[in-house]
């Protein structure tokens, strides 16, 4: 409770900027995925493409692989575009729906895609 | 997690209504006061007033307090207008820096103010 800036509001953490392992800039935060009953956010929507011959598009992000950097004020995940690219992406009407009946399935996606990457989920 | 829309976006809980325990509109949810590093969202912000003789204010609500109703599509809250009217407000630029030194304080004030209202904070 003593930590400088312990709380974010959701409006700023929606359009900060997402940089890959490298520096890049691969797209910004667009929405937040939160646990209607705990309040737990289990993923950021990353808005990612517009290059490499990719349109853009919505990626599910674990919360715990966003790590923020000062000093490019957003946030850092480890991860290239590459590895974006593959991943898990749905489309905007898919992602209003999460977490209904398919969303077991869809959140072992993620997390399976993922696990490699970053922490395993809680 | 085979339940339905377990998952809501922040985009959606921002803007939807609150009531109070009479069922009577006492504000919308602003946006969400969220933990950095874990990802619990702390507070719903909620933008009440215009009434009583009060303008517009903003309350940071411990998310537990909040209870969706389906009937009425937004939140309730087991609290009148007069216990808000009484409850910790802040103004904007506070809300944006909060989770700064101070915040401790105004935490302790927040869930004190509530937990005769609801759950203590976890």
Redesign the interface.
């Known amino acids: 409770?003593?930590?400088?800036?312990?709380?974010?509001?959701?409006?700023?953490?929606?359009h900060t900027p997402v940089f890959d392992e490298e520096g890049s800039l691969i797209g910004h935060v667009r929405?937040?995925?939160?646990?209607?009953?705990?309040?737990?956010?289990?993923?950021a929507?990353l808005s990612f493409g517009g290059f490499l011959g990719i349109g853009k598009r919505l990626h599910p992000l674990p919360?715990?692989i966003l790590s923020?950097n000062e000093k490019q004020h957003g946030y850092v995940v480890g991860l290239g575009k590459a590895d974006l690219a593959s991943a898990p992406h749905y489309d905007a009407d898919e992602?209003?729906?999460?977490?209904?009946?398919q969303?077991?399935r869809k959140?072992r996606d993620i997390f399976e895609y993922y696990g490699t990457f970053g922490p395993p989920p809680i």
């Open positions: 409770m003593a930590d400088d800036h312990k709380l974010i509001l959701a409006s700023r953490v929606e929405d937040l995925s939160i646990d209607r009953t705990s309040g737990q956010v289990v993923y929507i919360w715990d923020y992602l209003e729906g999460f977490g209904g009946e969303h077991a959140h």
